[in-house]
């Protein structure tokens, strides 16, 4: 934010520069240069000397004249010739100087004029300029004036600006920090500013914004919620009509009626399962407090690789001053657990649990050796319901909430989740979790 108005005061500064310089342009171009005209003023009595003294002279005198206003004078006056004077000055001077005009030389306190145009003051005089050097010019005064009233100009632009731009800059760092709040999750930020504030209507704006999207959410959970309560009663009524076909399917004369019960309870456990999963995402997107407290992540990490179901052995690679962090310990360990679940589906071989501490944070990592994970879709793996082709198959099970539940408690806790390569050969699920103890 700080650099955005940064940004704005250089471009204002920049404007009020290149307005100067176009100011002094557009006067110079049609009223001559500032500066020369400010010479000529303080010149104005070796001009008015030369023009109403030396000039007046019959012209047998003009040169007598002049040589007594080089006596009596600080300021030298030469004859050069014309020729000469046309070579030292830009070719924009040499009209006014061919007109008899007095032409300034600020740069070095001079100023040129032609003796006449028609040699009646001596022999020669049409070919000669009178040179006066060491004139009493000083421009720098009046640049630090004009300095001082662009300064002046400048402030007073800039403190109108500086104080409209508080008062956005202000506003802008509410909807900063709400916009940050909602994206932690806590949709009941607002932003609250007078009406008479100039972003008063983005506010507004925003704030029926992260209205309409609190209400979808609780919309989508308060469905997702009813619907799994739903789905509960029928599955109790297809158990107890299955328990009494198990009863009647006891006999060996009804093996086909076995074997399909046997298939309908597997669904009901799918079913059941898949209830289970989703009541999880909703109590996680539910926006309830953590029961945040000390968690000895070693132990835990123990208790849940022990606590998981059989199947392919895990390798636990932990060391026991792994230290503590603050959290829930059992939505940690159903991430863990999660993760190593998954990796247990699509192992060859081999699943190895690994944590390490840093001073600033804990990495628990979950390798397979089995196929991996496409980079394209690393992200997409923790979407809900998304599942790669290969667990489309009804031997790996899953319905493709766990890793989105294993993300979401993660970030529960502040930490990330992500996919790459595992040394193993297949892929490697990170998770890093911020130390705060």
């Not at 009493?136 to 600006?161: C, G, M, N």
């Not at 008063?200 to 979808?216: S, V």
Request: with cysteine.
């Amino acid at each position: 934010m700080n650099r955005l108005f940064f940004r704005f005061f250089v471009l204002v500064m920049l404007a009020i520069t290149g307005a100067a310089f176009a100011v002094h342009f557009a006067i110079s171009r049609l009223y001559g240069d500032p500066l020369d005209d400010i010479a000529r003023r303080q010149a104005a009595a070796q001009i008015f000397l030369l023009q109403h003294y030396v000039d007046q002279a019959p012209p047998d005198e003009w040169l007598a004249r002049l040589n007594k206003v080089r006596e009596v004078s600080d300021v030298r006056y030469d004859l050069v010739p014309l020729v000469q004077v046309r070579a030292a000055l830009p070719d924009s001077r040499h009209a006014a100087l061919a007109q008899g005009d007095v032409v300034i030389d600020v740069a070095h306190k001079a100023f040129y004029r032609r003796v006449d145009r028609t040699g009646e003051r001596y022999v020669g005089s049409e070919d000669d300029v009178i040179h006066a050097q060491g004139l009493p010019i000083d421009t720098s005064q009046a640049l630090w004036q004009e300095a001082l009233r662009y300064a002046v100009v400048a402030l007073a632009l800039l403190v109108p600006i500086a104080w409209w731009s508080r008062a956005h800059w202000q506003g802008l760092q509410q909807l900063s920090r709400v916009a940050d709040e909602v994206g932690a999750g806590r949709l009941s930020a607002r932003a609250v500013m007078p009406r008479s504030a100039s972003i008063y209507p983005l506010a507004e704006r925003m704030n029926a914004m992260t209205a309409r999207i609190g209400q979808l959410l609780d919309a989508q959970r308060s469905l997702l919620h009813s619907v799994s309560h739903e789905i509960r009663t029928p599955i109790a009524r297809l158990e107890f009509g299955l328990e009494l076909l198990r009863g009647a399917a006891d006999a060996p004369s009804h093996p086909a009626l076995e074997r399909r019960i046997v298939a309908m309870e597997q669904d009901l456990h799918e079913l059941n399962a898949l209830v289970g999963e989703l009541l999880g995402m909703t109590r996680l997107d539910s926006g309830q407090p953590l029961q945040r407290q000390p968690v000895d992540l070693a132990g835990a990490l123990r208790d849940c690789i022990a606590g998981l179901p059989p199947g392919t052995a895990i390798d636990l690679c932990v060391v026991d001053d792994l230290g503590m962090v603050e959290g829930d310990a059992r939505l940690l360990m159903r991430a863990v657990g999660n993760l190593a679940g998954n990796a247990r589906k699509y192992a060859a071989r081999q699943v190895t649990v690994a944590a390490a501490r840093w001073p600033d944070r804990v990495d628990i990592t979950v390798d397979d050796d089995g196929p991996g994970i496409p980079p394209d879709q690393r992200e997409q793996v923790f979407e809900p319901f998304y599942r790669l082709d290969r667990s489309r198959d009804r031997s790996t099970g899953g319905f493709g909430l766990g890793l989105s539940i294993a993300r979401k408690a993660v970030a529960l806790h502040g930490g990330t989740v992500h996919v790459e390569d595992s040394p193993l050969g297949g892929a490697r699920f990170v998770v890093r979790l911020p130390v705060t103890l």
